[in-house]
């Protein structure tokens, strides 16, 4: 009688331990499978972090920031005479926009100029307004009448490349730019006739010419130092013509 009581007590036994290592083991399963969540958690939350707070790529990506860095801002510290480098100019942004008065008769040349504009500066254009209406030009208030798109950072310095370095000598005729387009406090505007001359436009597709305004906004805040550092960027400006208030 004691025989069968020992072994109903040994399965028993063995039961549980099975039970025991199964339960471990389940265990085990979940806490692995609720570590990944955690970690691509985190990594997806990193990444929309970034997205959210509008963060762009670092400016050290940029061809010419590095050109900047390494041999623009010693130039400049020289031609300038100033030794500390947070004193030197330096581009703050650029803003690039087209006003399409044509706009007002037809709704389809604005979308047709912020699509191009977004292509161009590799960022979402925005719609401008106007701020009243004139019954001259059957214009309304809020109505939209141009874009622009606002460019810093690494984008910033791209465009800047890819313009001095393509856009500019696709224009017909070209001889340089004004050196007199300067505001006076270092800010510097460029205008384009034809947005086509950007190699990132097809043609076929854009077929209505459009002109653009681009300017450059330094924290130089005298036009001389200004020009200094858009000439070492390699801005061509025509020669032979004084600039104003020049000797």
């Given at each position: 009688m004691a025989e069968p009581k020992k072994k109903d007590t040994d399965k028993a036994d063995k039961a549980d331990k099975a039970a025991a290592k199964a339960e471990k083991a389940e265990k085990a399963e979940k806490a692995a499978a609720k570590a990944g969540k955690s970690a691509a958690k985190a990594d997806k939350g990193s990444g929309k972090?970034?997205?959210?707070?509008?963060?762009?790529?670092?400016?050290?990506?940029?061809?010419?920031?590095e050109?900047?860095?390494?041999?623009?801002?010693?130039?400049?510290?020289?031609?300038?005479?100033?030794?500390?480098?947070?004193?030197?100019?330096?581009?703050?942004?650029?803003?690039?926009?087209?006003?399409?008065?044509?706009?007002?008769?037809?709704?389809?040349?604005?979308?047709?100029?912020?699509?191009?504009?977004t292509q161009i500066a590799g960022q979402k254009a925005v719609i401008t307004k106007a701020r009243k209406s004139i019954a001259g030009f059957k214009l309304r208030e809020g109505q939209g009448i141009g874009c622009k798109v606002t460019l810093r950072g690494a984008r910033m310095y791209e465009f800047m490349d890819r313009l001095l370095t393509l856009v500019l000598p696709r224009v017909r005729d070209f001889r340089g730019v004004s050196p007199k387009a300067f505001d006076g406090l270092?800010?510097?505007?460029?205008?384009?006739?034809?947005y086509l001359v950007f190699p990132e436009l097809n043609p076929d597709k854009f077929t209505r010419?459009?002109?653009?305004?681009?300017v450059f906004v330094t924290t130089a805040g005298k036009d001389d130092d200004a020009r200094e550092m858009l000439k070492l960027f390699g801005m061509p400006f025509r020669e032979g013509q004084k600039s104003p208030g020049a000797a």
């Open positions: 972090g970034k997205a959210d707070k509008g963060e762009q790529l670092p400016v050290a990506k940029a061809r010419l920031y050109l900047y860095k390494q041999q623009i801002l010693p130039q400049l510290a020289e031609k300038l005479g100033r030794t500390n480098p947070m004193n030197l100019p330096r581009l703050s942004k650029i803003v690039i926009n087209m006003g399409v008065g044509s706009a007002i008769a037809d709704k389809k040349f604005l979308e047709d100029s912020v699509n191009a504009l270092g800010n510097y505007s460029l205008g384009l006739t034809e010419s459009q002109g653009m305004n681009v």
